[in-house]
């Protein structure tokens, strides 16, 4: 078939239906909007991702932003910004920020962070303890790792976890996140 009959029956079959392919409904608009993060973040040349962390009440309080490139040259290395921000949570807050790198990349590196975050990286998984962040305070982690030498598409999975307790046990912590946001780059 030729694309524009494609087209033309597509758009027959949308005005039968009533539009629905086309459309979001009110319930499924909900259904994703009360999800904790988003399936995949966006790359930094299309906007940053914003997701909360946690459910609830502590979803609305803390923001986070998540930015990079679309595409990476074999070998080459990439610079993954996360951005947290205390938006309405009262008193002082400590945020867990986990991130699983997959078999795609050779190495990783925190090449910039303020002196209140501690960041530990083993093998492929990174974890940061993000420490004083009373309302309305914000920091950023950069993140370097260098893509290998195959071509394909090399993932980071994020995820972060908030606590007012400062005496926290970081092991556990790690072990409860959830690691929802995505965030996929293609090496070429």
Do not use: E
């Not at 679309?70 to 921000?85: D, E, F, N």
């Amino acid at each position: 078939m030729r694309p524009t009959t494609t087209r033309l029956g597509a758009a027959i079959l949308t005005a039968a239906l009533g539009g629905t392919l086309l459309a979001h409904t009110p319930a499924a608009t909900a259904a994703t909007a009360g999800s904790a993060f988003p399936q995949s973040a966006s790359p930094a040349s299309a906007s940053p991702a914003s997701a909360s962390p946690a459910s609830g009440r502590a979803a609305a309080d803390f923001g986070y932003t998540i930015s990079f490139p679309r595409h990476v040259r074999r070998g080459g290395s990439l610079v993954y910004t996360v951005k947290i921000k205390n938006r309405k949570a009262k008193g002082q807050h400590y945020v867990l920020l986990a991130g699983t790198f997959s078999t795609r990349f050779r190495r990783i590196k925190v090449i910039s962070k303020p002196r209140s975050v501690s960041c530990s990286v083993k093998r492929r998984s990174l974890s940061c303890w993000i420490t004083s962040l009373d309302r309305g305070d914000a920091t950023a982690v950069r993140i370097r790792a260098w893509a290998g030498s195959r071509r394909g598409t090399a993932a980071v999975r994020f995820g972060a976890i908030t606590t007012s307790d400062a005496k926290a046990d970081r092991g556990r912590l790690v072990k409860k996140v959830r690691r929802t946001i995505k965030a996929d780059t293609r090496i070429r």
